[in-house]
């Protein structure tokens, strides 16, 4: 079975205490995590502050990569 072993951006417990106060905060402050993916849905674009990441969607949940658009769909290739 193929997997993709991924970092995507998590809170950690500042960025936790701002979204709960509906507060902006940058992807930048967020901490990362390593996840294993199995299936991908699709991806998107996203851009915060001038910086490009990517939009993962896997079976209705979404996770955001530090890894821009284009460099994202290379690594994507590779997998599938």
């Given at each position: 079975m193929r997997?993709?072993?991924?970092?995507?951006?998590?809170?950690?417990?500042?960025t936790k205490?701002?979204?709960s106060l509906d507060m902006d905060f940058d992807l930048?402050?967020?901490?990362?995590?390593t996840i294993?993916?199995?299936?991908i849905s699709f991806i998107m674009p996203y851009e915060q502050n001038?910086?490009?990441y990517t939009q993962i969607f896997v079976n209705g949940n979404s996770f955001i990569s530090p890894l821009d658009y284009n460099t994202?769909?290379?690594?994507?290739?590779?997998f599938g």
């Open positions: 997997y993709l072993d991924l970092d995507v951006l998590v809170h950690n417990d500042s205490l701002m979204d930048e402050t967020c901490d990362i995590k294993r993916l199995y299936d001038g910086i490009d994202f769909k290379k690594l994507v290739t590779v």
